[in-house]
């Protein structure tokens, strides 16, 4: 998990992204243009913040042209590349069928190229939506990796690798370099958790409210970050307090000033945040708090440099928000922890 999130830190700070969407014929529209849409939003979002945009999105395929599980032509869609930038994501998506055709033209010559990638994390990672982890494990680049598909295609994934550690009933999973989602729709799911990784939570609670989905993560995966939790509602007021405290947890947050954020009285915003986030203005600024200061306890910061660091006024708000947090121990046993480590 620390290699991960080191590389991810890493990442954040890099070059834009190049994320090339393998299309083949009878591809899954959702698939890739769920995720593409997501990866789209995190530019439109990150420029509104004065920031680069991260991703640069390419459509790719044996041929000029392909034919859509929905019987759309896409065309002018690029050759493979024949080397990938780094960074570098190649997307593989799922097809029209209960099973893979691997007897097609364009999904030979697709195989072809695949088995000519190099992954490696924060360089060149896969990406796989539905049966295009079938296709992968076809090329041998899931073997020794955990990876998931949509539920038709288990078996079929199974048997394209033995060697490949099938996880059902997974809404993905992340085994770096490879990452890989159940069917059709759990690709956003997959590319929110991989814009919450690179440009942070704040940015991913925001595409997935532009795209008015709910955040989610599978129950396997860590706990929600404070960041995405209580954001799974579609109400704009809450959503736009709930991104101006995620910008500046440190700041003074006065109920008032919440207020005016949402263009609403005090009264009214603490009800709507009741009844939409199910938490109150003021728990849900604390638990962005909290979990800035864990980061630095976890760091080596000693209490009170934690406390400054999130915005607790004294020691003693970061030990209240601590226990109440239902912690166990105190923050100065994960600071002595941590500097002993």
Same mark, same amino acid.
């Given at each position: 998990?620390?290699?991960?999130?080191?590389?991810?830190? +890493?990442?954040?700070?890099?070059? /834009?992204?190049?994320?090339?969407?393998?299309?083949?014929?009878?591809?899954?529209?959702?698939?890739?243009?769920? /995720?593409? *849409?997501?990866?789209?939003?995190?530019?439109?979002?990150? *420029?509104?913040?004065?920031?680069?945009?991260?991703?640069? &999105?390419?459509?790719?395929?044996?041929?000029?042209?392909?034919?859509?599980?929905?019987?759309?032509?896409?065309?002018?869609?690029?050759?493979?590349?024949?080397?990938?930038?780094?960074?570098?994501?190649?997307?593989?998506?799922?097809? =029209?069928?209960?099973?893979?055709?691997?007897?097609?033209?364009?999904?030979?010559?697709?195989?072809?190229?695949?088995?000519?990638?190099?992954?490696?994390?924060? *360089?060149?990672?896969?990406?796989?939506?539905?049966?295009?982890?079938?296709?992968?494990?076809?090329?041998?680049?899931?073997?020794?990796?955990? +990876?998931?598909?949509?539920?038709?295609? &288990?078996? *079929?994934?199974?048997?394209?690798?033995?060697?490949?550690? %099938?996880?059902?009933?997974?809404?993905?999973?992340?085994?770096? $370099?490879?990452?890989?989602?159940?069917?059709?729709?759990?690709?956003?799911?997959?590319?929110?958790?991989?814009?919450?990784?690179?440009?942070?939570?704040?940015?991913?609670?925001?595409?997935?409210?532009?795209?008015?989905?709910?955040?989610?993560?599978?129950?396997?995966?860590?706990?929600?970050? $404070?960041?995405?939790?209580?954001?799974?509602?579609?109400?704009?007021?809450?959503?736009? %307090?709930?991104?101006?405290?995620?910008?500046?947890?440190?700041?003074?947050?006065?109920?008032?000033?919440?207020?005016?954020?949402?263009?609403?009285?005090?009264?009214?915003?603490?009800?709507?945040?009741?009844?939409?986030?199910?938490?109150?203005?003021?728990?849900?600024?604390?638990?962005?708090?909290?979990?800035?200061?864990?980061?630095?306890?976890? =760091?080596?910061?000693?209490?009170?440099? +934690? +406390?400054?660091?999130?915005?607790?006024?004294?020691?003693?708000?970061?030990?209240?928000?601590?226990?109440?947090?239902?912690?166990?121990?105190?923050?100065?046993?994960?600071?002595?922890?941590?500097?002993?480590?």
């Amino acid at each position: 998990m620390g290699a991960r999130a080191s590389v991810d830190a +890493a990442s954040r700070a890099g070059a /834009p992204i190049d994320v090339f969407f393998l299309l083949l014929s009878g591809s899954l529209v959702l698939d890739w243009a769920g /995720p593409a *849409e997501a990866l789209r939003s995190a530019n439109r979002h990150l *420029e509104a913040l004065g920031q680069p945009a991260r991703f640069r &999105l390419h459509f790719v395929s044996p041929s000029s042209q392909s034919v859509s599980s929905v019987g759309a032509t896409l065309s002018g869609l690029a050759p493979l590349p024949a080397a990938l930038p780094r960074p570098g994501w190649v997307v593989l998506i799922g097809q =029209s069928g209960d099973r893979l055709n691997l007897q097609t033209e364009d999904t030979r010559a697709a195989l072809h190229w695949l088995r000519g990638l190099r992954l490696a994390t924060g *360089e060149c990672e896969l990406l796989c939506v539905c049966a295009g982890a079938v296709l992968a494990a076809h090329a041998g680049l899931l073997t020794h990796h955990q +990876a998931t598909t949509h539920h038709q295609h &288990l078996g *079929e994934l199974a048997a394209a690798d033995p060697q490949c550690d %099938v996880q059902a009933n997974r809404v993905f999973v992340a085994d770096p $370099p490879v990452w890989s989602s159940a069917g059709v729709t759990c690709g956003i799911d997959l590319s929110l958790q991989r814009i919450a990784d690179l440009c942070g939570p704040a940015v991913a609670a925001q595409v997935a409210q532009s795209l008015v989905v709910p955040l989610r993560r599978n129950a396997q995966d860590a706990e929600l970050s $404070p960041f995405l939790r209580h954001r799974n509602h579609l109400h704009a007021a809450v959503h736009r %307090v709930q991104d101006a405290l995620s910008r500046a947890p440190q700041a003074d947050w006065p109920l008032q000033r919440m207020a005016e954020v949402a263009h609403t009285s005090p009264r009214h915003l603490s009800r709507l945040f009741a009844e939409h986030a199910g938490v109150s203005p003021h728990d849900y600024l604390r638990g962005l708090r909290l979990s800035i200061a864990t980061a630095g306890l976890a =760091s080596g910061q000693s209490v009170t440099q +934690a +406390a400054q660091l999130a915005g607790f006024g004294t020691d003693t708000q970061l030990r209240r928000a601590w226990r109440a947090a239902g912690h166990v121990g105190w923050p100065s046993h994960l600071a002595r922890a941590a500097q002993a480590g």
